[in-house]
């Protein structure tokens, strides 16, 4: 399967090139070029201020500290919160924080806080984000926006427009070098409407991750969709409008029938979703491929096309597709360099009172088609509508 990937990777490539008279040694000279000839990004704050986060969600891996909110010259760290005591302190050393609280039930109740980062098990999510809002206070979330549940995620969608708050999700691929460039060319009309897109996230892992309270155990792959479908929502700021999905079974114990609290026995879910340009967009989560670990994607239209950060098409002027510049002192850190410039975007869209790239009806339109993929699955591959979820100035 492994080696299947990467040569349909390079078929596909080609073949791109071909289809559209030009070549694949073109393209990156030409993305050369216009980074070249582009002015050198540098970070700007947005205000002369700080932001007072809490952050919330100590995890396997010291998560919370993850994204650099204690590295950011906008952020001050208030509080941490974590609801295992060593971890707590784990993640008040990791974040240089000398206040804590017990849960975010308690933290969100701080009036000093303005914003908090909710990095805690998938399932609480929603419920957490809605917390965290109803109490006044800004909001970036860990994907999925929601885990399992149309409804949860809609209650959220509620929250926001009520309470007028930034909500942000924060999806890593939207923020790698290739998904970036992508997202820029797509704008400039490089590649004009996508007639296929590809993503895809392949994680092998025959045991579960050591997660709070076992919620990866035996769960539904697509129901972690966001750092696939990333990869069309993300770049286009388009949408899925129905998906046939279909469902492998490993046999991993996790797997088994009644080994897992979703009762769900697929280890790998490949979609294929209609979109809302007419085109269709393959998306995949698979957990029991071997040889291949990847969070990627592939863009094919009628003016270009998009392997990794190689451009193939016919415009010849591309827009400057380099990444926004970091804050001084703020590494890329994990996924690809994503992780400081999620948080500089959150920080940054509170100082200047704009909508952040992942908002919530992004973030919803990356994570409800995978939850209606799983539904697919269960239905032996039936075509499901996917609902719609557009900022008001879209409909």
């Known amino acids: 399967m492994s080696n299947f990937a990467v040569d349909r990777r390079g078929f596909l490539g080609a073949l ?34 700080k932001v007072r986060v809490g952050i919330v969600g100590y995890g396997f891996c010291k998560f919370g500290a993850q994204f650099g909110f204690q590295n950011h010259p906008n952020v001050e760290v208030a509080a941490v919160s974590d609801l295992i005591p060593e971890r707590r302190k784990g993640l008040m050393k990791a974040c240089r924080c000398a206040k804590s609280y017990e849960s975010l039930e308690v ?21 957490h984000s809605i917390e965290v809002l109803k ?36 999806e890593t691929s939207c923020f790698r070098e290739d998904c970036w460039g992508m997202r820029q060319i797509y704008q400039a009309g490089g590649f004009g409407r996508l007639v296929y897109s590809e993503g895809e996230y ?121 990444r926004p510049a970091l804050p001084p002192g703020v590494p890329g850190g994990g996924h690809g360099g994503s992780h400081g410039r999620l948080t500089d975007e959150f920080i940054t869209s509170i100082l200047a009172d704009r909508e952040p790239l992942v908002n919530i009806y992004e973030a919803l339109s990356m994570t409800a088609g995978g939850i209606v993929a799983h539904q697919s699955a269960l239905k032996d591959g039936e075509t499901m509508k996917v609902p719609q979820y557009l900022p008001p100035k879209s409909k």
């Open 107 to 127: 933290l969100v109740k701080d009036p000093k806080i303005e914003a908090v980062f909710v990095a805690t098990d998938a399932p609480s999510h929603a419920r």
């Open 135 to 170: 109490n006044g206070k800004h909001v970036m979330s860990a994907v999925p926006a929601t885990f399992g549940s149309i409804e949860e995620g809609e209650k959220l969608l509620e929250t926001v427009k009520k309470t007028g708050l930034k909500y942000m999700m924060a």
């Open 16 to 49: 791109g090139a071909a289809a559209l008279g030009t070549t694949l040694a073109a393209g990156p000279s030409a993305q050369q070029a216009a980074a070249q000839n582009a002015p050198k990004k540098k970070w700007r704050p947005a205000a002369d201020r």
């Open 202 to 322: 392949f994680h092998y892992r025959s045991t579960p991750l050591d997660s709070y309270k076992g919620w990866r155990i035996g769960s539904p792959p697509l129901w972690y969709p966001t750092h696939s479908t990333a990869y069309y929502v993300g770049v286009t700021g388009k949408r899925f409008v129905s998906v046939s999905c279909a469902g492998f079974r490993a046999g991993f114990d996790a797997f088994k029938p009644g080994a897992n609290r979703y009762k769900n026995e697929f280890t790998d879910e490949i979609a294929l979703f209609r979109t809302s340009e007419g085109g269709t967009s393959r998306q995949c989560m698979c957990k029991s491929v071997i040889g291949y670990h990847a969070e990627a994607g592939r863009v094919f239209g009628e003016k270009g096309s998009m392997n990794g950060t190689r451009y193939s098409g016919k415009v010849k002027k591309l827009p400057d597709i380099t």
